[in-house]
């Protein structure tokens, strides 16, 4: 098992778990050299951008409804504040908790703290959070600018916690110590799992943890048709509730890349077990998935009732959906395991997936189960997927390929990367909503509005009329992973 809770700093994604963000083939060619411990991380010669392991964590944290976050930081790092205040509002809305902004403070790390250190501006200002908001735990995130100075955070946190007598909890996320910025959902995790988490007092069989982002609540209808009840964690949670966790009958995560950290170490320290299959999405890893939660909470019949009455459900729609979208050429970019989850969905709509740019990869989980491998069951139950981009984000990689590949349809879980399908004059469908193609369900939900999506086509050829797109032909007539290793890739033109 990989997780040390008692270590102050979670272990990178890249030396615990062998992450990549560089690689450009086959899904099946990087399933396979997962598996015989072949997998290499290619450099590029030129990047355009990365994500950060602070906003992951922050986008976590800060979601927790009677905590207050400390991003210990130049006030740059702070800069997408308002992306996490909106989330958090809309959330709150959706789930009828009173409305108020995060709670995130910044610790206007300047020159001079560079010079003479940050620890009294910290303290000052986890004081200031604690006199203001009388918040039931602080978590205290790091910058770059606090690693480099090496300001002594696990120790000023400590000295806070007791003084204050509520948790202070060092949250280790600098942006340079990790390429993966999915690291820091593993160190907020780290963070709840040392300082938040109690022992259980008793055991609770029918209530199961979903790790998720702040999508929609599903669960509670689907689980309370099988005498379950979901246990949403982290978004939207309060600190009560995050200190019971241990006593929950499972934990399950719509996304490993999301959970594999808070969900392993659950099961490690406190015996919770985790859910190890595909995530839910598209019909094969909905089956799986649901069947195990049943074995592990003795509910295998009604589980077994429920796959049959919602594959009922569905069956006609389905089939509608399908002569509608049967063949229709679509390139996906999310993050790692949505991203897999994406494809199986869109396989199970009859579409052609010719290709993908996923965020990095994990070669495993933290359960080092081969259940969980969400890539491996992709392309297992449905074929290999040609031109498998690994990539952090890089645009001018997805351009060139969207320029080659010319699908119908861009399937895009970031607001950054959908801008581009309708600049090339691509229907783009931008799904933050998590939960929205989850389950057989969401097959429907994803199937209707890719309709609607691909009806735009005109619209949004109009729009790359009037644009006038950065990358010169000559960029364009590259090879897309010319600062790959200028390996070269199949594509399918
Ligand atoms: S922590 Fe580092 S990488 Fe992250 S926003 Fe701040 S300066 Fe940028």
């Known amino acids: ?40 991380d290619k450099r590029r010669s030129f990047s355009q951008c990365l994500g950060c392991s602070s906003g992951n964590a922050l986008c976590q ?45 910044n610790t206007n790390l300047e020159e001079k703290d560079m010079i003479y250190g940050g620890i009294f501006k910290l303290e000052k200002t986890v004081e200031e959070a604690y006199r203001r908001f009388n918040p039931k735990a602080i978590f205290v995130t790091t910058s770059c600018a606090s690693g480099i100075i090496g300001d002594d955070v696990e120790g000023a946190t400590d000295k806070l916690q007791e003084k204050l007598g509520i948790p202070v909890i060092y949250i280790s996320c600098e942006g340079f110590r990790s390429r993966i910025w999915t690291t820091g959902f593993d160190a907020a995790y780290h963070g709840i799992l040392r300082k938040i988490v109690k022992p259980p007092v008793e055991k609770r069989k029918d209530v199961i943890n979903v790790i998720n982002f702040w999508g929609s609540d599903i669960f509670t209808d689907l689980f309370g048709r ?82 049959k009455a919602e594959k009922n459900k569905i069956a006609d729609p389905l089939e509608k959906l399908r002569r509608k979208l049967e ?4 390139y996906v970019t999310a993050g790692a395991a949505h991203g897999h989850s994406l494809i199986a969905l869109l396989k199970d709509l009859h579409m052609d997936v010719v290709g993908a740019a ?23 139950s449905y074929g290999d997927i040609k031109n498998f981009d690994i990539c952090n984000k890089q645009p001018f990689e ?30 783009t469908f931008l799904m933050g909503d998590e939960q929205f193609g989850l389950g057989y369900e969401g097959l429907i939900n994803y199937g209707n509005k890719i309709v609607d999506v691909l009806a735009t086509r005109e619209f949004v050829k ?15 007539k590259q090879d897309p992973y010319s600062f790959l290793g200028g390996e070269h890739n199949d594509q399918d033109s």
């Open 327 to 330: 063949g229709k050429r679509v």
């Open 226 to 307: 099988i005498g379950l009840k979901p246990n949403y964690i982290v978004p939207f949670s309060t600190v009560g509730q995050l200190e019971k966790i241990s006593e929950a009958a499972a934990t399950v995560q719509i996304c490993p890349t999301l959970g594999t950290y808070l969900a392993a170490g659950l099961e490690q320290e406190y015996g919770v077990t985790e859910i190890k299959s595909p995530p839910p999405y598209g019909i094969q890893g909905t089956d799986i998935w649901f069947t195990e939660l049943g074995k592990a909470t003795g509910k295998e019949l009604e589980v077994e009732r429920l796959i």
């Open 398 to 427: 997805l351009v060139n390929i969207l320029n080659k590949l010319k699908p119908d349809l861009l399937v895009a879980r970031h607001g950054g990367m959908s801008s581009w399908g309708p600049k090339l004059g691509i229907p």
């Open 462 to 476: 109009n729009i790359a009329s009037h644009c006038e797109l950065p990358y010169t032909d000559w960029w364009l």
């Open 61 to 105: 944290l800060v979601m927790i409804q009677d905590a207050v976050v400390v991003n210990h930081a130049p006030i740059g790092c702070s800069a997408d504040f308002q992306d996490y205040n909106f989330t958090n509002r809309v959330g709150q809305r959706k789930r009828d908790l009173p409305l108020r902004n995060v709670r995130l403070l």
């Open 358 to 380: 996923i965020f990095h990869h994990d070669p495993c989980y933290d359960n080092r189960d081969p259940r969980s491998d969400s890539l491996g069951h992709v392309v297992k």
């Open 1 to 40: 098992m990989s997780i040390n809770i008692k270590s102050p700093e979670v272990e990178t994604r890249e030396s615990r778990l062998g992450s990549i963000t560089g690689f450009g083939g086959t899904a099946g060619q990087l399933c396979s050299s997962s598996r015989n411990g072949k997998l290499c």
